[in-house]
């Protein structure tokens, strides 16, 4: 089956600890992108990667890094978690290199930061 | 820069009701606009992609129009179902075609 898969769906933490939320997708997409949706302020882009080796600042990327060295993982990493990373984490995929394809969604990372 | 508005923001209707959901948009010059449904816990699923040289697309009762000029999109559902009832969400895409703007979503309630 076609599809993002995000690990771990659920993850509550404390402040500092370093954390990693892995995103996978099996459909050969080479966009890549981390989404976070917080209430009042709707989805916003952390980073994207047009391809292996190719990231790239989205509009909210303070506190996050990431890394693309295979096709098919995109993962997001919070290396001093603070409670304002409290939020709803979402990967997306596509087909070309850009975000101009339909876009497939994982099915989320509900994160709480404490 | 651009924003992307949905109007209202929750919406409920009874079963069998057409309905259509509105999503406006401030810089016409877009690539194109996509609509999805949110459901709780999960992820989001594309329903349609309109391109900008597109007026209309069509997937079974959904059905999604684009006016550039005057920077809207409407999505109509035909006889509405209660399994119908989610977030639905519209997005543009930047200018660089890097990254999609979202709208904050209109929640429908379908009761039967």
């Known amino acids: 089956e076609a599809q993002v898969t995000q690990n771990p769906r659920y993850l509550i933490t404390v402040t500092g600890k370093k954390l990693t939320v892995t995103c996978s997708q099996n459909?050969?997409?080479?966009?890549m992108s981390w989404y976070r949706q917080d209430p009042g302020l709707g989805l916003r882009q952390i980073y994207y990667?047009?391809?292996?080796?190719?990231?790239d600042k989205g509009d909210v990327p303070e506190g996050y890094k990431v890394s693309r060295k295979e096709k098919r993982n995109f993962p997001l990493i919070l290396e001093s978690p603070s409670p304002n990373q409290t939020s709803l984490y979402f990967c997306a995929s596509s087909f070309g290199g850009s975000a101009l394809d339909t876009q497939y969604f994982g099915p989320g990372t509900r994160l709480t930061v404490l | 820069k651009q924003e992307v508005t949905q109007i209202p923001a929750a919406l409920s209707v009874p079963e069998g009701e057409n309905l259509v959901l509105n999503c406006s948009f401030t810089d016409s010059a877009i690539y194109n606009l996509q609509w999805f449904r949110q459901d709780p816990g999960k992820g989001l699923t594309s329903l349609l992609l309109i391109q900008s040289s597109q007026r209309e697309q069509t997937s079974g009762r959904l059905n999604a129009s684009l006016d550039k000029s005057s920077g809207r999109s409407t999505l109509y559902i035909a006889a509405s179902q209660p399994g119908d009832s989610a977030t639905y969400l519209c997005a543009v895409t930047n200018q660089a075609g890097t990254a999609l703007i979202f709208g904050k979503g209109t929640t429908l309630s379908v009761s039967s």
């Open positions: 990667s047009m391809n292996v080796e190719v990231t």
């Open positions: 459909m050969n997409h080479e966009y």
